[in-house]
T-cell receptor, first 114, second 114 residues
Framework: IAGITQAPTSQILAAGRRMTLRCTQD?????MYWYRQDLGLGLRLIHY???????GKGEVPDGYSVSRANTDDFPLTLASAVPSQTSVYFC?????????????FGPGTRLTVL | DQQVKQNSPSLSVQEGRISILNCDYT??????FLWYKKYPAEGPTFLIS?????DKNEDGRFTVFLNKSAKHLSLHIVPSQPGDSAVYFC?????????????FGTGTLLAVQP
C-alpha cells in the first residue's frame, strides 16, 4: 500500500450499532487525524493523535473514540451510531515535528446511519 | 464560530479565464494557510500554501495572496481549465502547539466551463 487507506469505502448502519472505521498509513507519519465532511460545514476535526499512544479531541469529538496503538493505524469508533453521524469521514496524516507541512488525506468512508 | 470562512459556496468561470477563490479568517494567531482541492469521491489533496511572513506564493497556474491586515487570502488560477473543477478548501494553522491542527473553511465549488 502507498499513502493512506481507509476501510470500508462506504457503509449503511442501523442506529444504535457499533462501527469502527479503519485508517492505515505507510508513510511513518507521526500525526494522524479524523475529519468529517458535511455539506455547508466543510471539514471538521473529530480526534487527532500526535504520536502513537496519545490522542486528543478536535472540534466535534462527541460520540466518537479513537486509539493509536502503533504509528500506522488510527481507527475511529462510533460506540452507538446516531443518524446525525451520517457523513463522509476522512483520515489524514502528517510528519511531526515540521514547520507546517501539509496533511495527506485518505479516500474517505461514506457512512449512512438509518 | 467559524474561524475560517469561504463565503462563496460556488463559482463558475469560462475555460482560459481567471478563477479567484476567497477566504477570510478571524483568528490573528493563524500564521500558515493552505489550499486543498477535492474531487468527488476522493480525499482532499494539498494544492498550495503560504506563510504569514509572505504576501504571495506562486506555483505554476496557482497563486495565493495573503492580506494579513484584512485577514483575507485568495487563490488565483490562471488560466482556468476544466480539470480544475472541484471543491476548494482553505485551511489555517496557528503558532506553537497549534501548528499540528488545521481549521478548514466550508469550501467553494469551482466549475470551469469548456
Amino acid at each position: 500500500i502507498a499513502g493512506i487507506t481507509q476501510a470500508p469505502t462506504s457503509q449503511i448502519l442501523a442506529a444504535g450499532r457499533r462501527m469502527t472505521l479503519r485508517c492505515t498509513q505507510d508513510m511513518r507519519h507521526n500525526a494522524m487525524y479524523w475529519y468529517r465532511q458535511d455539506l455547508g460545514l466543510g471539514l471538521r476535526l473529530i480526534h487527532y493523535s500526535n504520536t502513537a499512544g496519545t490522542t486528543g479531541k478536535g472540534e466535534v469529538p462527541d460520540g466518537y473514540s479513537v486509539s493509536r496503538a502503533n504509528t500506522d493505524d488510527f481507527p475511529l469508533t462510533l460506540a452507538s451510531a446516531v443518524p446525525s453521524q451520517t457523513s463522509v469521514y476522512f483520515c489524514a496524516s502528517k510528519t511531526l515535528p515540521g514547520a507546517h507541512n501539509e496533511q495527506f488525506f485518505g479516500p474517505g468512508t461514506r457512512l449512512t446511519v438509518l | 464560530d467559524q474561524q475560517v470562512k469561504q463565503n462563496s459556496p460556488s463559482l463558475s468561470v469560462q475555460e482560459g479565464r481567471i478563477s479567484i477563490l476567497n477566504c477570510d479568517y478571524t483568528n490573528s494567531m493563524f500564521d500558515y494557510f493552505l489550499w486543498y482541492k477535492k474531487y468527488p469521491a476522493e480525499g482532499p489533496t494539498f494544492l498550495i500554501s503560504i506563510s504569514s511572513i509572505k504576501d504571495k506564493n506562486e506555483d505554476g497556474r496557482f497563486t495565493v495572496f495573503l492580506n494579513k491586515s484584512a485577514k483575507h487570502l485568495s487563490l488565483h488560477i490562471v488560466p482556468s481549465q476544466p480539470g480544475d473543477s472541484a471543491v476548494y478548501f482553505c485551511a489555517a494553522s496557528g503558532q506553537g502547539g497549534a501548528t499540528n491542527k488545521l481549521i478548514f473553511g466550508t469550501g467553494t465549488l469551482l466549475a470551469v466551463q469548456p
